[in-house]
Protein backbone atom coordinates (compact mmCIF):
# COMPACT_ATOMS: atom_id res chain seq x y z
CA UNK A 1 0.00 0.00 0.00
CA UNK A 2 1.39 3.60 -0.79
CA UNK A 3 0.74 5.54 2.35
CA UNK A 4 2.46 8.79 1.21
CA UNK A 5 -1.34 10.33 0.75
CA UNK A 6 -2.85 8.22 3.23
CA UNK A 7 -5.28 10.51 5.95
CA UNK A 8 -4.07 10.18 9.79
CA UNK A 9 -6.80 9.48 12.44
CA UNK A 10 -5.92 10.05 15.86
CA UNK A 11 -7.85 7.27 18.04
CA UNK A 12 -7.19 7.27 22.07
CA UNK A 13 -7.08 3.84 23.69
CA UNK A 14 -6.41 2.36 20.36
CA UNK A 15 -6.75 -1.41 20.95
CA UNK A 16 -5.43 -3.96 18.10
CA UNK A 17 -6.31 -7.89 18.41
CA UNK A 18 -5.03 -10.10 15.52
CA UNK A 19 -4.36 -7.23 13.87
CA UNK A 20 -7.87 -5.78 13.85
CA UNK A 21 -9.58 -2.81 15.42
CA UNK A 22 -12.95 -0.57 16.04
CA UNK A 23 -12.90 2.62 15.31
CA UNK A 24 -15.47 4.57 17.24
CA UNK A 25 -16.95 7.70 18.12
CA UNK A 26 -15.93 11.25 16.19
CA UNK A 27 -13.21 9.68 14.36
CA UNK A 28 -15.49 7.21 12.66
CA UNK A 29 -18.35 9.81 11.67
CA UNK A 30 -15.55 11.73 10.34
CA UNK A 31 -14.50 8.84 8.04
CA UNK A 32 -17.67 7.54 7.03
CA UNK A 33 -19.79 10.14 7.03
CA UNK A 34 -18.04 13.47 6.67
CA UNK A 35 -14.95 12.17 4.28
CA UNK A 36 -17.11 9.36 2.53
CA UNK A 37 -14.39 6.55 3.18
CA UNK A 38 -15.22 2.74 2.79
CA UNK A 39 -13.71 -0.83 2.16
CA UNK A 40 -10.74 -0.84 1.06
CA UNK A 41 -9.65 2.55 1.64
CA UNK A 42 -6.29 3.17 3.22
CA UNK A 43 -5.59 5.23 6.45
CA UNK A 44 -2.86 6.27 9.09
CA UNK A 45 -3.81 5.35 12.85
CA UNK A 46 -2.16 6.94 15.60
CA UNK A 47 -2.30 6.03 19.24
CA UNK A 48 -1.56 9.59 20.67
CA UNK A 49 1.65 7.76 22.03
CA UNK A 50 3.92 7.54 19.52
CA UNK A 51 2.62 4.31 17.89
CA UNK A 52 1.81 4.76 13.79
CA UNK A 53 0.08 2.01 12.14
CA UNK A 54 -0.97 1.75 8.31
CA UNK A 55 -4.30 0.12 7.89
CA UNK A 56 -7.51 -0.58 5.61
CA UNK A 57 -10.82 -0.26 6.36
CA UNK A 58 -12.64 -3.75 5.85
CA UNK A 59 -16.09 -2.16 6.92
CA UNK A 60 -18.11 0.35 7.71
CA UNK A 61 -21.18 -0.50 10.49
CA UNK A 62 -23.52 1.43 13.06
CA UNK A 63 -20.89 -0.27 15.18
CA UNK A 64 -17.92 1.51 14.35
CA UNK A 65 -15.36 1.11 11.30
CA UNK A 66 -13.66 -2.37 11.57
CA UNK A 67 -10.31 -1.86 10.56
CA UNK A 68 -7.12 -4.17 9.82
CA UNK A 69 -3.94 -3.13 10.49
CA UNK A 70 -1.13 -3.88 7.75
CA UNK A 71 2.31 -3.07 9.14
CA UNK A 72 3.41 -0.50 11.59
CA UNK A 73 5.65 2.47 11.26
CA UNK A 74 8.75 3.83 13.42
CA UNK A 75 7.20 5.37 16.27
CA UNK A 76 7.38 8.97 16.18
CA UNK A 77 10.09 10.69 18.34
CA UNK A 78 8.75 13.11 21.02
CA UNK A 79 10.40 16.25 21.13
CA UNK A 80 13.69 16.64 22.28
CA UNK A 81 13.09 19.78 23.71
CA UNK A 82 9.96 19.97 25.81
CA UNK A 83 7.76 22.91 26.26
CA UNK A 84 5.00 22.91 29.39
CA UNK A 85 2.96 25.64 29.71
CA UNK A 86 0.79 26.74 33.00
CA UNK A 87 -1.89 28.81 31.77
CA UNK A 88 -4.77 29.94 34.09
CA UNK A 89 -8.09 28.99 32.49
CA UNK A 90 -9.52 32.41 30.53
CA UNK A 91 -12.87 33.20 28.67
CA UNK A 92 -14.06 30.13 26.46
CA UNK A 93 -13.23 31.18 23.14
CA UNK A 94 -9.54 32.89 23.79
CA UNK A 95 -9.08 29.78 26.13
CA UNK A 96 -9.86 27.69 22.90
CA UNK A 97 -7.92 29.78 20.55
CA UNK A 98 -4.75 29.40 23.21
CA UNK A 99 -5.13 25.99 23.22
CA UNK A 100 -5.05 24.94 19.64
CA UNK A 101 -2.59 27.76 18.48
CA UNK A 102 -0.02 26.57 21.37
CA UNK A 103 -0.69 23.11 20.05
CA UNK A 104 0.50 23.89 16.69
CA UNK A 105 3.55 25.34 17.68
CA UNK A 106 4.52 22.19 19.51
CA UNK A 107 3.95 22.45 23.19
CA UNK A 108 4.21 19.55 25.00
CA UNK A 109 1.51 19.82 27.60
CA UNK A 110 -0.96 22.32 28.99
CA UNK A 111 -2.13 22.54 32.24
CA UNK A 112 -4.37 24.77 33.19
CA UNK A 113 -5.15 26.65 36.93
CA UNK A 114 -7.38 29.33 38.40
CA UNK A 115 -5.73 32.16 40.56
CA UNK A 116 -6.57 35.38 42.46
CA UNK A 117 -7.74 37.23 39.57
CA UNK A 118 -9.33 34.43 37.74
CA UNK A 119 -12.88 35.71 35.87
CA UNK A 120 -13.41 32.43 34.46
CA UNK A 121 -14.20 29.30 37.04
CA UNK A 122 -14.93 25.70 36.41
CA UNK A 123 -16.90 23.16 39.00
CA UNK A 124 -17.61 19.70 39.30
CA UNK A 125 -19.08 18.55 35.65
CA UNK A 126 -17.88 21.42 33.99
CA UNK A 127 -14.48 20.85 34.50
CA UNK A 128 -14.53 17.57 32.66
CA UNK A 129 -15.85 18.70 30.30
CA UNK A 130 -14.06 21.68 29.48
CA UNK A 131 -11.10 19.35 29.80
CA UNK A 132 -12.51 16.83 26.86
CA UNK A 133 -13.09 20.05 24.63
CA UNK A 134 -9.25 21.24 25.10
CA UNK A 135 -8.19 17.48 24.54
CA UNK A 136 -10.21 17.56 21.39
CA UNK A 137 -9.12 20.91 20.33
CA UNK A 138 -5.17 19.73 20.79
CA UNK A 139 -6.14 16.36 19.02
CA UNK A 140 -7.35 17.67 15.88
CA UNK A 141 -4.67 21.13 16.10
CA UNK A 142 -2.02 18.23 16.33
CA UNK A 143 -3.63 16.65 13.06
CA UNK A 144 -4.02 19.54 11.17
CA UNK A 145 0.04 20.24 11.83
CA UNK A 146 1.02 16.52 11.02
CA UNK A 147 1.70 16.21 14.96
CA UNK A 148 1.76 12.13 15.98
CA UNK A 149 1.42 13.14 19.46
CA UNK A 150 -1.09 15.91 20.57
CA UNK A 151 -0.13 18.15 23.18
CA UNK A 152 -0.84 16.51 26.60
CA UNK A 153 -3.94 18.63 28.48
CA UNK A 154 -3.81 18.28 32.57
CA UNK A 155 -7.18 18.30 34.84
CA UNK A 156 -7.57 22.41 35.87
CA UNK A 157 -5.99 22.78 39.30
CA UNK A 158 -5.51 25.53 41.73
CA UNK A 159 -2.40 27.77 41.66
CA UNK A 160 -1.04 26.68 44.47
CA UNK A 161 -1.19 22.79 43.39
CA UNK A 162 0.65 23.96 39.88
CA UNK A 163 3.72 25.35 42.22
CA UNK A 164 3.70 22.31 44.32
CA UNK A 165 3.83 20.31 40.89
CA UNK A 166 6.60 22.25 39.10
CA UNK A 167 8.63 23.42 41.72
CA UNK A 168 10.85 20.75 40.83
CA UNK A 169 10.53 20.48 37.22
CA UNK A 170 13.92 20.23 35.16
CA UNK A 171 15.18 22.90 33.14
CA UNK A 172 14.30 26.85 33.22
CA UNK A 173 10.77 27.92 34.91
CA UNK A 174 9.10 32.05 34.50
CA UNK A 175 6.22 33.41 35.39
CA UNK A 176 5.20 36.46 33.37
CA UNK A 177 4.51 39.27 34.83
CA UNK A 178 3.97 42.68 33.72
CA UNK A 179 5.49 44.61 36.63
CA UNK A 180 8.79 42.73 36.23
CA UNK A 181 11.42 45.45 35.66
CA UNK A 182 14.74 43.88 35.70
CA UNK A 183 14.23 40.88 33.48
CA UNK A 184 12.85 40.31 30.04
CA UNK A 185 12.59 36.81 28.14
CA UNK A 186 14.36 38.07 25.35
CA UNK A 187 17.74 38.66 27.70
CA UNK A 188 16.74 35.86 29.45
CA UNK A 189 16.86 33.24 26.71
CA UNK A 190 19.89 35.00 25.42
CA UNK A 191 22.09 34.16 28.79
CA UNK A 192 20.94 31.06 30.21
CA UNK A 193 23.24 28.31 30.36
CA UNK A 194 22.10 25.61 27.65
CA UNK A 195 22.95 22.57 29.68
CA UNK A 196 21.29 23.42 32.16
CA UNK A 197 17.88 25.09 30.68
CA UNK A 198 18.04 22.57 27.83
CA UNK A 199 16.36 19.81 30.15
CA UNK A 200 12.94 21.85 29.54
CA UNK A 201 10.83 24.94 30.00
CA UNK A 202 8.17 25.63 32.14
CA UNK A 203 5.98 28.73 31.90
CA UNK A 204 3.31 30.04 33.83
CA UNK A 205 0.54 32.52 32.19
CA UNK A 206 -1.87 34.49 34.16
CA UNK A 207 -5.54 35.19 33.84
CA UNK A 208 -7.06 38.24 32.22
CA UNK A 209 -6.53 40.26 35.63
CA UNK A 210 -2.59 39.24 35.64
CA UNK A 211 -1.08 37.97 38.82
CA UNK A 212 -0.76 39.30 42.29
CA UNK A 213 2.41 40.33 43.83
CA UNK A 214 1.92 37.42 46.16
CA UNK A 215 1.41 34.96 43.68
CA UNK A 216 4.34 36.10 42.37
CA UNK A 217 6.70 36.29 45.69
CA UNK A 218 5.37 32.36 45.87
CA UNK A 219 6.36 31.84 42.69
CA UNK A 220 9.43 32.77 42.75
CA UNK A 221 10.20 30.90 46.12
CA UNK A 222 9.03 27.81 44.26
CA UNK A 223 11.42 27.93 41.56
CA UNK A 224 9.98 30.09 38.69
CA UNK A 225 11.96 33.79 37.72
CA UNK A 226 9.36 36.42 36.50
CA UNK A 227 10.00 37.55 33.09
CA UNK A 228 8.21 40.82 31.52
CA UNK A 229 7.11 40.62 27.69
CA UNK A 230 8.12 44.23 27.32
CA UNK A 231 6.41 47.51 27.49
CA UNK A 232 3.10 46.56 25.99
CA UNK A 233 0.64 44.72 28.13
CA UNK A 234 -0.62 41.55 26.21
CA UNK A 235 -3.68 39.55 26.26
CA UNK A 236 -3.34 36.84 28.00
CA UNK A 237 -3.78 34.66 25.20
CA UNK A 238 -1.67 36.77 22.92
CA UNK A 239 0.99 36.16 25.71
CA UNK A 240 0.85 32.44 25.62
CA UNK A 241 1.43 32.29 21.85
CA UNK A 242 4.48 34.73 22.40
CA UNK A 243 6.11 32.93 24.79
CA UNK A 244 5.72 29.38 23.10
CA UNK A 245 6.70 30.96 20.08
CA UNK A 246 9.66 32.44 21.18
CA UNK A 247 11.30 30.03 23.18
CA UNK A 248 10.67 27.33 20.46
CA UNK A 249 12.29 29.48 17.93
CA UNK A 250 15.40 29.87 20.19
CA UNK A 251 15.66 26.33 22.03
CA UNK A 252 13.11 24.17 20.37
CA UNK A 253 11.81 22.68 16.54
CA UNK A 254 11.21 25.79 14.41
CA UNK A 255 13.87 25.09 11.99
CA UNK A 256 14.68 22.16 9.69
CA UNK A 257 15.92 18.67 10.79
Known sequence: MNDISFRRFLVEDLEIKNNFCLITGREAHHISKVLRMGRGDGLVLLDGKGGRFIAEI???SHEGIKVQIKRPLNPAEP??????????????????????KTSELGVTRIFPFFS?????????????KKRRRWKDIAHNAAKQCKRDIPAEIGPPTSFEQQLTSF???????????????SQDLKGLLQNRDPAHDLEGFTG?????????????????RAGFMPVSMGHRI?????????LVAIVQYEWGDLQLR
Open 79 to 100: PAFEITLCQAVIKSASMDYLIQ
Open 204 to 220: MVGPEGGFTPDEVSNAE
Open 234 to 242: LRAETAALV
Open 58 to 60: QSV
Open 116 to 128: SRSVVHLKGDRQQ
Open 167 to 181: GNAPGLKVILWENET
